[in-house]
């Protein structure tokens, strides 16, 4: 006698774990979606992460019959396929790497597959086995089936309808009546009172002006003084408008043209010469004496004044004294250059992106920001000259392009003072999100190399 043949038919079978318990558990007698989602109405209820979807079909069933693992952005975990293990993350940088653009990342389950798929802070666990025995759903009990006898009472049901016969017509008479236009609806004064509505005020028509009758006497009088002004000549003295060349020469050695002048002399100065001439000989004016000085704590700029001590934006020490009056014109000390001691350089790596921004756009934002780095690490090169390493970095950004968090995965540099200022500038970058739908993780390496 023959044994009856095994049936190779599979079924999906998984169980969601929270805090090393299983809280829910999924076992079918045939191929169905299972949704999972922190929305109470999924299948399966898992939270603890905002990058969740809040509802999003994890297993759907192709038509012939097979699942299809679809993963939303934000799930970290393994999936075993036919002895090969493969990692969420490794797959979706394969899946990036292609150029879809899809949102999700969908693979074809076969019996042999299971897998760990971490969620928020659930844990689920799916593999295939035998399909669960098919238990048809209990019907609902005839006698808890609502009914209205079962609801009212008679005397409950005699009292609606005779109200419904004694005022459904009135308010069938009210609701078709014609209202005419002309009514004028009154307001009562409670509410007007309640409301602070002023009441309006009847306004008095306006007094018509009288028009006052002109005497003639005194029209003539006013036009005879009229005629008194106009005979009036004033006698206007005009100034001449060209001075001897004597008189210049005296006015240029003395008031507002020599004290606008930086240098003694018989010329009216050199401010004077650049207002009145159409040159513009301001470079001329700061090469003179003029300078911008850095502050070595903070890095502000100063404005330019005549004469100081400190780093110029070139990036050297200077010493000048500003401008000297003499007979010859400024004279400006002479300046003492010395390089800075400091060389550093700073080389960011290849960005992995993952997520949906474009990846060219994020690399040029990150080299274009290696300037702020930089800065932190010169900080520390006053103290620390032999300092040196690299850092990786894993930053979120949202969909409007700004860094969520900054966690640095690796440090070799070993120094607080680089990792607390370096994280600082970084949250403050902002990157193009054009197009993006969901937050995306971005991971690069900073080289920090430097010798004094």
Not at 93 to 110: E, F, I, N, V
Not at 294 to 320: K, L
Request: proline share 6%.
């Amino acid at each position: 006698m023959s044994t009856p043949r095994k049936s190779r038919r599979r079924a999906l079978r998984a169980a969601l774990i929270v805090d090393d318990k299983v809280y829910d558990e999924v076992h079918h007698h045939a191929p169905e979606r299972v949704t999972v989602g922190t929305d109470i109405a999924s299948r399966l209820l898992v939270f603890g992460d905002h990058r969740l979807p809040k509802r999003h079909v994890l297993f759907d069933v192709a038509e012939d019959g097979a699942y299809i693992l679809d993963l939303p952005p934000g799930v970290r975990g393994q999936i075993k396929i036919r002895g090969r293990a493969k990692a969420i993350r490794a797959l979706w940088k394969k899946h990036q790497s292609s150029g879809s653009k899809a949102r999700s990342l969908r693979l074809r389950l076969d019996r042999s597959a299971r897998g760990k798929l971490t969620l928020g802070e659930s844990t689920l666990l799916f593999f295939f086995d035998k399909p669960a025995p098919y238990t048809p759903p209990p019907p609902f009990p005839d006698d808890l089936r609502p009914a209205l006898r079962g609801m009212l009472s008679r005397l409950e049901l005699a009292s609606l309808l005779s109200a419904l016969i004694i005022l459904g017509p009135y308010f069938t008479y009210i609701a078709n009546k014609e209202v005419p236009v002309d009514v004028v609806p009154e307001i009562d004064e409670r509410f007007l009172n309640v409301m602070e509505i002023p009441k309006p005020r009847d306004e008095p028509p306006p007094e018509e002006e009288e028009e006052e009758e002109e005497d003639p006497l005194l029209a003539q009088e006013d036009d005879e003084k009229q005629k008194d002004d106009e005979e009036k000549v004033e006698q206007v003295i005009e100034t001449k408008k060209e001075y001897s060349a004597k008189a210049m020469e005296k006015a240029r050695g003395v008031g507002v043209l020599r004290a606008l002048g930086t240098y003694g002399g018989d010329g009216p100065g050199t401010v004077f010469d650049v207002i009145q001439s159409t040159e513009n000989n301001t470079a001329e004016l700061f090469a003179a004496g003029m300078t911008r000085t850095i502050n070595a704590d903070s890095g502000d700029v100063s404005g330019f004044v005549p004469g100081g001590e400190g780093i110029s934006a070139a990036g050297a020490v200077v010493g000048t004294k500003g401008f000297e009056v003499t007979d010859d014109g400024p004279e400006l000390k002479d300046m003492e250059k010395q390089e800075r001691k400091i060389k550093s350089k700073v080389k960011a790596g290849d960005a992995d992106v993952l997520g949906d921004m474009d990846k060219r756009a994020v690399q040029a934002t990150i080299r274009r920001r290696m300037g702020a780095l930089q800065n932190c690490y010169n900080r520390a090169l006053r103290t620390n000259p032999g300092l040196s390493g690299k850092m990786t970095y894993t930053i979120t950004i949202s969909v409007m392009g700004t860094v969520t968090s900054v966690n640095i995965d690796a440090d070799t540099v070993r120094d607080p003072s680089v990792a607390s200022c370096t994280t600082m500038k970084i949250k403050n970058w902002r990157f193009p999100a054009e197009g993006a739908e969901d937050s995306s993780e971005v991971t690069f390496t900073v080289v920090f190399s430097g010798e004094s």
